[in-house]
């Protein structure tokens, strides 16, 4: 898969590509379908792993040719050693956890650098449905409440204030609208929110003296 299969396919994972450097050591937590990892591999050079559930997308992994490994992503990245990847990828899959913080936690430790994508909820047609009453539903929250696997809402802020309590440093931050950066009041205009972290420096001892 090139750029421009991407771009069509995907834009907002075409605008995520530019953040990873080839030929570097990559997972995919929740990597659906895979396209993400086959553009990586192909096109970038990059060594990949994927993390699904769903056995369709499995499927489709393996016909990929994706390194993929069936688990459901609330039981940890155990598997993996401190520091493994170069890059850990969660896009938009982290609502649909149940334990965010733990699962931030193993993605810092097993990655130097990370990058997830959710739903903003601070999205305005979000916020208008709630002060009409109703739950929001939109292109990227297509579900209706009674059917969709999102069990966590969160706005660009709180994902900040979450990122810097599990270790994690906000290297960029940008929200898309259908896979274009949105610059003029981002939490309100940007559906798709977007983070590239890193884990925060250890304190250096300070030796007495």
């Not at 039981?75 to 649909?96: E, K, P, R, Y």
């Not at 990227?140 to 696997?149: A, C, F, I, V």
Request: aromatic residues 10%; contains cysteine.
């Amino acid at each position: 898969m090139n750029f421009s299969e991407l771009s069509r396919l995907r834009p907002d994972l075409a605008f995520i590509a530019d953040w990873i450097k080839p030929q570097t050591q990559v997972l995919d937590v929740g990597c659906g379908d895979g396209v993400m990892l086959d553009y990586l591999q192909t096109d970038r050079a990059c060594h990949g792993y994927g993390i699904e559930i769903a056995d369709d997308k499995v499927l489709e992994c393996a016909r990929r040719h994706i390194n993929v490994i069936q688990q459901d992503m609330e039981n940890g990245l155990g598997m993996f050693d401190d520091n493994a990847f170069d890059t850990v990828l969660c896009l938009s899959s982290l609502q649909m956890m149940k334990h965010v913080e733990p699962l931030l936690r193993d993605i810092a430790r097993v990655g130097r650098e990370a990058i997830v994508s959710f739903p903003n909820f601070g999205y305005w047609p979000h916020r208008t449905a709630l002060l009409m009453g109703k739950m929001p539903v939109s292109k990227s929250l297509p579900y209706q409440w009674y059917d969709t696997p999102n069990v966590r809402c969160a706005t660009i802020y709180d994902f900040s204030d979450l990122a810097q309590e599990v270790g994690l440093e906000v290297m960029e931050c940008v929200a898309l609208h259908e896979g274009k950066p949105v610059t003029w009041l981002p939490n309100w205009r940007g559906s798709l929110a977007v983070f590239r972290l890193r884990k925060l420096p250890s304190p250096k001892r300070v030796q007495s003296l």
